[in-house]
């Protein structure tokens, strides 16, 4: 069964830190890794989509990266603010097998940027 | 566009009644996913269809759950009867096509609660 993990769980950091998150899967076969976003009692916004062909993508503030062969991906946030409060969360698929389409995600980090 | 819409935001019903979800899925996306959130187990995927077709429905809980697409733009979750455990967010999701190469968006979701 394929598994996603996210480490930390939780993450506390002072306004104006670059930080990093990290999910990793047991599966390195071919994968495409999405980052979420979450707050409080909302839905999820995606952030960005990875494909297996690419190593990384990035979208103003954030940069995710992902390494198929060791099986992890980071979602690396600039010069943090107190409006990215949220929790993160990153999601895998294999591009075949029986598991065609889904998506399988991690748990979720919860960041908090103290101003 | 209005992004994937989800009926009603919150429900609030008791034991043994039969509950009905909604979902809109965005405009020209043929792939459509239910998932659940609670806090003990995080997000999981209960079905999700391509092109109206039910895929993989192995999510599902129990048989007091089913969930239709009768055409492109409108999608349903019933359970019944309801039962307190099934207490959770509901959310519908959508993306351009079965296979992970494009972001699936998710909509605000449903809060459900079971007396």
């Known amino acids: 069964k394929q598994e996603v993990t996210q480490i930390p769980a939780a993450l506390s950091v002072p306004e104006g830190e670059n930080l990093v998150l990290n999910c990793s899967f047991t599966d390195s076969a071919i994968y495409n890794l999405q980052w979420f976003r979450q707050d409080p009692g909302k839905g999820l916004t995606s952030l960005l989509l990875i494909q297996s062909s690419q190593r990384e993508q990035t979208s103003g503030r954030l940069n995710a990266s992902l390494d198929k062969s060791s099986g992890r991906s980071t979602l690396y946030i600039a010069a943090s603010q107190p409006g990215d409060s949220a929790t993160y969360l990153c999601?895998?698929?294999?591009?075949?097998?029986?598991?065609?389409?889904?998506?399988?995600f991690g748990q979720g980090t919860i960041l908090t940027v103290h101003p | 566009d209005a992004g994937v819409i989800q009926s009603p935001r919150h429900e609030v019903t008791e034991m043994g009644q039969e509950v009905t979800l909604r979902c809109k899925p965005i405009?020209?996306?043929?792939?459509l996913f239910w998932y659940r959130q609670t806090m003990m187990r995080g997000l999981e995927l209960l079905i999700y269809?391509?092109?109206?077709?039910?895929?993989?429905d192995s999510g599902m809980p129990e048989d007091r759950f089913s969930a239709k697409m009768p055409n492109a733009s409108f999608s349903t979750l019933k359970i019944q009867p309801s039962e307190p455990r099934d207490s959770a967010v509901y959310f519908c999701?959508?993306?351009?096509?079965?296979?992970?190469?494009?972001?699936?968006?998710f909509g605000p979701g449903t809060r459900l609660t079971v007396l």
């Open positions: 269809f391509n092109n109206n077709v039910p895929i993989d």
């Open positions: 999701a959508s993306r351009l096509g079965l296979a992970p190469y494009n972001e699936q968006f």
């Open positions: 999601a895998g698929a294999k591009t075949g097998g029986t598991s065609y389409g889904k998506l399988t």
């Open positions: 405009s020209g996306h043929n792939s």
